[in-house]
């Protein structure tokens, strides 16, 4: 699937939009000249007349490269570095002057500007020039562990799960990665819809680039504006500076919007905009502001509910729905439980400098047959304090998870079951009603193997075959006990 995955990737990435540049340079010869060699050099370049005029379009969108001369009409190269730093920490600014010194040159350097160049110069060697600048930015960015996630923690592989639901899950991701399409990923709080909207952007096009979270439920609604849009200095009481929000943090990469269900009327018709034009205005301003930026939504409200009831304007959900990705509860792959289970444990394990411990198969039927109403994350944290509890002990049991895990009553099948509509798993199930009948003929036969197998009408040594595929053990039989409904046979072998 990797492999695959890669291919397509790598046909995106010779597909990906160039970079762009601003050149602010008063000269019209010289500035159609610069314009002329970089768009051959593959860049997607504007240029500016003035200085006032760089200013006004570094303000309306963040480009990747400034080249701008230091003598300006109306603001200086100076004035443009200051501006361009405040708004953008991580833009390049190249200055050229015809009136380089090594004192101006140190000053422009000190300010941010990544280089400096002197009037007259080889206007053909521009485009190496930004290359080479645009390369070693990407290196300084270059965050050792966010690759490390990007090799370890949001391989398909490390998604845990085998269920038929699953499968169909990592279908999706494969297919969506490959594109730029908005994403809506469903399910319910604690299945996991971060991670997969972390695993469809670092296995896609825009994976070098960043990737900003925001929850939406989490932010006041006169918050999470300026958390999403940013604002101008003078916006408002407070706001000393001018701020970028969240989506142009994400120019070029992805931003992902969780629990968007929960985003007040106001503010989606802000997101539908962005949706639609890729554009936004910042609190306290009229100028747009442009953005290159892939959207993925997340929310566990039933949204199509919501739009009936009106609470959700029903174009913003069309566009959020492009595709539409949807996860599981876990009580819905309950085979996947033990996997999880247990890679949970490793973790917790690794984490707190213990010894690996393992899990009863007791204990692992008890998590079966619980309901997970917190899904994947209430089960990392039930692990978690099962390993506290456990202390010394290489084995976790039962009795170290929580009264209402202990207490989950074992999953019943039955063979003239009705199919529900969401489906059954079938070895699941089959597994299910074979461990059922051994445990109810060791109930009818008090304990006695021999009768038991007699009831089941099958040889002794095969239903303890059976007994051992279906982990049915002395621990079951001593809960039974416990509970009253096997009374062992002082002459039973084991």
């Known amino acids: ?32 000249s610069i314009v002329e060699f970089l768009r051959k050099g593959g860049f997607v370049v504007e240029c500016a007349a003035t200085g006032s005029e760089a200013i006004d379009k570094i303000r309306r969108h963040p480009y990747d490269v400034i080249l701008t001369d230091l003598k300006l009409p109306g603001h200086d190269g100076r004035e443009i570095l200051n501006e361009a730093m405040q708004l953008y920490p991580d833009i ?10 090594i004192e101006i040159a140190v000053d422009a350097m000190k300010m941010g500007a990544v280089d400096f160049i002197s009037k007259p110069f080889e206007i053909v060697k521009l485009p190496l020039l930004m290359r080479g600048a645009l390369e070693r930015r990407r290196l300084k960015n270059e965050n050792v562990f966010l690759r490390q996630q990007l090799k370890d923690k949001y391989k398909f592989s490390n998604i845990i799960g085998y269920s038929n639901c699953m ?24 299945t996991g819809k971060e991670l997969i909207a972390r695993a ?4 896609g096009p825009r994976r070098e680039n960043r990737l900003v979270c925001i929850n939406c439920g989490a932010i006041p609604e006169n918050l999470l504006e300026d958390e999403l849009f940013g604002h101008v200095k003078g916006a408002f009481t407070g706001a000393i500076q001018t701020r970028v929000g969240r989506f142009e943090q994400a120019h070029k990469g992805t931003i992902f919007l969780d629990e968007v269900g929960n985003m007040s009327p106001s503010l989606q018709v802000k997101l539908l905009r962005v949706l639609q034009e890729r554009e936004f205005e910042r609190i306290g301003s009229s100028v747009p502001v442009k953005v290159d930026v892939r959207i993925m939504a997340a929310t566990n409200a039933d949204i199509a509910e919501r739009v009936k009831n009106g609470s959700f304007r029903e174009d913003l ?10 996860l599981p509860a876990l009580r819905e792959r309950r085979e996947d439980i ?5 890679h949970f444990l490793r973790k917790i394990c690794k984490e707190m400098g213990e010894e690996p411990k393992t899990l009863s198969q007791l204990a692992l039927r008890q998590l079966m047959a619980y309901a997970w109403p917190g899904n994947v994350r209430e089960l990392e944290n039930a692990v978690e304090r099962a390993v506290i509890l456990s202390g010394k002990r290489s084995q976790l049991a039962v009795s170290d998870f929580r009264d209402d895990i202990q207490k989950a009553e074992p999953l ?17 199930v089959v597994q299910n009603i074979e461990r059922d009948l051994i445990l109810q003929s060791l109930k009818r036969a008090g304990g006695n193997q021999q009768k038991a197998a007699e009831l089941l009408h099958m040889k002794r040594t095969t239903f ?13 039989i001593a809960s039974k006990n416990r509970e009253g409904l096997i009374e062992p046979q002082g002459d039973e072998k084991s």
Do not use: C, W
């Not at 390049?92 to 010194?101: C, K, L, N, P, R």
């Not at 494969?174 to 994403?183: K, M, P, Y």
């Open 1 to 32: 699937m990797e492999e695959k995955l890669g291919g397509h990737i790598e046909r995106l990435i010779e597909d990906y939009p160039p970079d762009e540049i601003l050149v602010a340079e008063d000269d019209e010869d010289l500035r159609d």
């Open 92 to 101: 390049i600014v190249i200055i050229m002057t015809g009136y380089g010194t």
């Open 167 to 190: 499968q169909e899950v990592y279908r999706l991701i494969e297919l969506v990665s490959q594109n730029n399409s908005t994403v809506l990923i469903s399910g319910e709080t604690g």
């Open 200 to 203: 469809v952007h670092f296995n």
């Open 317 to 326: 959900y069309y566009r959020l729905n492009v595709i539409q990705i949807g």
């Open 338 to 342: 033990p996997l999880l289970a247990q």
């Open 412 to 428: 019943r099948t039955l063979v003239g079951l009705d199919i529900p509509d969401e489906g059954i798993y079938f070895n699941s």
């Open 464 to 476: 303890l075959e059976k007994m051992r595929r279906s982990n049915v053990n002395k621990e079951d």
